[in-house]
Structure formats: structure tokens, C-alpha cells
């Protein structure tokens, strides 16, 4: 039979002591905030790197009428750039990206999903990136809408 190990202890501000200031109060030095990174079940980082992140909060401003398309042209792939261009903006208020998971297909290729909300209703949000001597660069895009009802 196998013995648990003991978890080790969680101390985020182990590192950083608190100092007294010359008034004789103390004071507690914070580091820089780090976020918990969420994670699967298989116990790897599913977080999407910023830059990605920022493309699908340009792209999702764009297709609410709220930034012009022609600000995409770095971020996206050609094709994807002139459906986007063609496609009329959606009636929607603005986009707020609130989750987004990806997985690393190989280092040059990214996958995301997440949520995009408006005051009234939340949608799927799916892409495609691939890793360019610029950065990542958008090459499949789509805002699944929910359908509506056949009553």
C-alpha cells in the first residue's frame, strides 16, 4: 500500500516581509499580482497567451460596428480579413470576452474557444491561430449565435 505525500505549504507572500517605514507603521510590500492560470484535467496550462486574447477583442470590436475592419489587417489571414470586411456588423452591444480556453496543436498553430457576452445574451467564440515571424495571426474565426426558436 502507497503513503500520501504531504502537501507542501501555500505561501504567496513568503518572499516578501513586511518592512516598517520610517513613521514606525508597518507597511507590507505586494509583489506583482499573478493570476492563477486556469488549468484541465490533464494538468496543463490552458490559458491563451495575451496576444491572442487582444486579436479576439479586436475581431469581436469589429464585427459589433464598434472598430473598423481595416485595423485587422495584421492580425488576420487575407481570406479572413475580406470576409470579415464583407460581412455587415452585427446589431449587438458591445462584445466583452469574459473566458477563453486554447490548446497548442504544435508550436506554430493555437486553438481558442471562449465566451463573448452582451447585457442581454452570451456566445461562442471559436479561432484558429497561427505563429508568423510578427506574432499570431487569426486564420478562422466564428461567433456562434444561439438559433432562434421554431415556436
Known amino acids: 500500500m502507497r503513503a500520501l505525500k504531504p502537501l507542501k ?27 492563477e492560470q486556469p488549468r484541465g484535467r490533464d494538468g496543463q496550462d490552458h490559458s491563451a497567451p495575451a496576444q491572442i486574447r487582444a486579436a479576439l477583442e479586436a475581431i469581436l470590436d469589429a464585427r459589433s460596428g464598434r472598430r473598423p475592419v481595416s485595423q485587422l489587417q495584421g492580425l488576420t489571414h487575407p481570406r479572413l480579413y475580406r470576409r470579415l470586411a464583407l460581412l455587415p456588423p452585427l446589431k449587438e452591444a458591445r ?15 493555437y486553438e481558442a474557444c471562449g465566451t463573448a457576452h452582451t447585457p442581454s445574451r452570451a456566445f461562442a467564440v471559436t479561432a484558429r491561430f497561427e505563429r508568423t515571424e510578427t506574432g499570431w495571426r487569426c486564420t478562422f474565426f466564428d461567433l456562434v449565435r444561439p438559433r432562434r426558436s421554431r415556436t
Open 95 to 109: 462584445f466583452t470576452l469574459r473566458s477563453l480556453r486554447g490548446c497548442r496543436l504544435s508550436p506554430r498553430i
Open 9 to 35: 505549504p501555500y505561501e504567496p507572500l513568503e518572499q516578501k516581509a513586511a518592512s516598517a517605514d520610517p513613521g514606525g507603521q508597518l507597511a507590507l510590500e505586494l509583489g506583482s499580482g499573478r493570476r
